[in-house]
């Protein structure tokens, strides 16, 4: 994305890709007051940070990303995946394996409001496994929807990539918003987080840092409602996508998230993801 088809908006999310590692915040280095910091934490879990935290030690953490296509019960859960949530007056999105076309998928139903999402845990070289693939279908992308701003920021589909990193060198207000987000949850965000995002109005290509940390951005790779209802799949550089948004290279690959959520519009969204697959070719 190139600085003149910046929406006006939204002027500190949105950013240039080639300059999307360059901080939005003149007052990044400056610690939040308490009342930035009562805000971040009632918006945690509208900001999908809760399916980006590093789980605890598991067997699924082992290993890589657990398909969908090989679980054997239709309506539950699929092995190596575990539900996040952050906020429980709100409701959740519903998750389930479901058979559409022939294959097994993963459904995901949003009422009015859910915030919640999917979480595998994985270890991972980006560098040396660096092609990121998945496919993904949505029932429909009502107008409203627009990460890139903080009212609106509900997507029908979004693929999420944890890595680490030295937390060491983040500044002080990212420094502040995890150690916050450690506090009311019990996991710690991984070092930065890269979402791929289905958006109604921006341009594929667009990066959107969010609102409340540099450390997770947003990569826009469907726009609008054209291809609405019919399977779309996805190859990425995960390692090149992560060096263009961030501006480093990337650290291990600690977790894989999918997040479906309408708590800001209150709308009902429904998305259906196939596997999501890391690989060296």
């Known amino acids: 994305m190139t600085a003149d088809v910046m929406p006006a908006t939204c002027p500190n999310r949105i950013l240039p890709r080639a300059m999307a590692h360059e901080s939005s915040y003149p007052d990044a280095a400056r610690m939040p ?5 009562l805000g971040m934490a009632g918006a945690v879990a509208a900001l999908g940070l809760g399916g980006c935290a590093a789980p605890q030690s598991s067997p699924a953490a082992r290993g890589g990303i657990a398909p969908f296509s090989t679980a054997e019960e239709l309506g539950e859960l699929p ?41 595998c845990g994985c270890v991972g070289d980006p560098v040396a496994t660096p092609k990121l ?20 920021d509900d997507s029908p589909a979004r693929v999420a990539l944890g890595f680490d990193g030295d937390h060491t ?12 987000v450690e506090l009311f949850t019990g996991h710690r965000l991984p070092y ?5 995002v289905w958006d109604a109005r921006l341009p594929v290509g667009t990066v959107v840092s969010n609102a409340r940390t540099q450390r ?35 650290g291990p690959l600690l977790n894989a998230g999918v997040l479906t959520d309408s708590d800001d519009l209150h709308i009902e969204l429904q998305a259906w993801y196939g596997d999501i697959t890391l690989s060296a070719a």
């Open 216 to 250: 997770i951005r947003y990569l826009v790779v469907e726009s609008g409602a054209a291809r609405a209802g019919q399977w779309l799949s996805y190859e990425r550089d995960a390692a090149k996508d992560y060096q263009q948004v961030f501006g480093e290279e990337p």
């Open 33 to 37: 007051t308490r009342r930035q910091l």
């Open 133 to 152: 693939r998945w496919s993904w279908q949505v029932a429909g992308v009502p107008d409203g929807l627009c990460v890139g701003e903080r009212d609106t």
């Open 192 to 196: 930065a987080t890269l979402m791929y």
């Open 169 to 180: 060198t983040l500044n002080n207000r990212d420094r502040a918003f995890y150690e916050l």
């Open 79 to 119: 092995p190596g995946w575990e539900p996040y949530v952050l906020r429980r007056d709100l409701p959740r999105t519903d998750y389930r394996v479901s058979a559409l076309d022939g294959r097994r998928v993963l459904h995901a139903a949003s009422g009015t409001g859910g915030t919640s999402g999917l979480r």
